[in-house]
């Protein structure tokens, strides 16, 4: 037996992965960070941050029958350990007219921003592939380091091309001799891609980021409240309760629907200027935590609530430190909490800064909390359910509201 190592790269050979994916199943795109987190007897946390560019996985479904079994076969016995580039899918362009064999540039009207230097590319679609390697781009000319090895028609789409493996093992279910299904995972090879640079947030307040995109209602939005304990117990008499920890902690795990892939990179772009776990943002609850009980005028840094239970069960809180009120016209106010007072019967909000208008119980359509949070995980899986839907999950947790962040 030979005990020559495999050459994982024959002459530098790359192959495409040729085969279609069945839209029966959900295509799924993960990105993951990697932070560490420590966690003081009082609660307060330290994080920090292991990985600055996310890994990425992606799994589909597949069936192949009769020639494509056996060329997924044929693939399986000498590619897996190798390097693949697989397109992906949700991302593309199409070629505006016919793209001759032998073509090293590419003009395009808007070229996307993943068409970068040292970029992979997949052009066309099924078993009618062929990958390429972007040299240069100027404007939205695009030079490669290959010629083309055939002729693209106008309308052929073309893909990023995503550099890594397959795991060290891959099954398949047999339906019959000549037809199986697949779960298919790949892993991305780190630093291949291009990196991702995500914009500035559209909105930031007291140093936060502030996401308003809405949760989908049409699943469960799971809340869970909870209070660090501990407890001191014989196993007879008394039992002693101590509170280490003076705040509690809100966990929401919501769905969120995109059409289209704006809408789902808005949310990846947020994952990455948050790291994962490592950075906050602030997250309106969308809830009437307190409704308006009097008339305030512009100028005022007074929000008036009625009774005292909001200022007995708020105020101090670290928590509970910003506000925001949105009025019928649409029209949102964000606010530090300065305090909550008793006065008479009922509480006051204390504000950092005047309300620019009158405000009126018939013109505040609702008020509540804007609370700090931070992801509930490292990981983000963009859920494709159709070439142009998908969903992402997003699990947050309330931290203290420090200042100074």
Not at 76 to 105: C, H, K, Y
Not at 397 to 405: A, K, M, N
Request: with cysteine; net charge negative; charged share 25%.
């Amino acid at each position: 037996m030979s005990n020559t190592p495999l050459n994982l790269e024959p002459q530098g050979a790359r192959e495409v992965w040729p085969f279609a994916v069945d839209w029966s199943k959900p295509y799924q795109i993960r990105y993951e960070f990697k932070t560490e987190i420590y966690v003081s007897r009082s609660g307060r946390e330290q994080r920090s941050a292991r990985r600055h560019s996310p890994r990425k996985r992606l799994e589909w479904r597949m069936v192949a029958d009769g020639e494509l079994l056996r060329r997924y076969k044929d693939l399986l016995w000498f590619w897996q350990p190798r390097d693949l580039v697989v397109p992906e899918l949700t991302r593309r362009v199409s070629l505006p007219a016919l793209w001759p064999a032998g073509s090293v540039s590419l003009d395009l009207t808007a070229a996307p921003d993943w068409l970068q230097p040292k970029g992979a590319v997949v052009v066309g679609d099924g078993v009618n592939r062929e990958t390429l390697s972007v040299d240069s781009r100027v404007g939205d000319t695009i030079t490669f380091q290959q010629l083309t090895q055939q002729s693209w028609p106008a309308g052929t789409r073309l893909y990023p091309g995503l550099v890594g493996n397959l795991p060290g093992q891959v099954s398949a279910d047999r339906v019959t001799r000549d037809v199986a299904t697949a779960s298919v995972e790949f892993i991305v090879r780190p630093l291949s891609e291009v990196p991702r640079t995500p914009p500035a947030a559209d909105l930031t307040f007291n140093g936060r980021e502030v996401f308003l995109t809405r949760a989908n209602w049409a699943a469960a939005v799971d809340s869970t409240l909870g209070h660090e304990v501990d407890e001191l117990d014989y196993g007879t008499g008394p039992i002693t309760r101590y509170i280490a920890v003076p705040f509690g902690v809100e966990i929401t795990s919501a769905t969120y629907v995109c059409e289209g892939q704006a809408q789902a990179d808005a949310l990846l772009d947020l994952f990455l200027r948050l790291r994962g776990q490592q950075g906050e943002a602030y997250l309106p609850t969308w809830e009437a935590d307190f409704v308006l009980s009097d008339n305030v005028s512009a100028g005022s840094d007074r929000f008036p609530v009625a009774g005292t239970r909001l200022a007995e069960r708020y105020d101090g809180r670290t928590t509970h430190q910003a506000i925001f009120v949105r009025l019928t016209d649409g029209t949102l106010l964000l606010r530090r909490v300065l305090g909550i007072t008793v006065v008479g019967d009922d509480s006051e909000i204390v504000v950092d800064s005047p309300w620019p208008v009158d405000l009126t119980p018939s013109t505040v359509a609702l008020s509540g909390w804007l609370l700090a949070r931070r992801l509930a995980s490292d990981s983000l899986t963009v859920e494709w359910l159709t070439g142009g839907v998908a969903q992402v999950q997003l699990g947050w947790i309330t931290v203290e509201d420090l200042e100074g962040v």
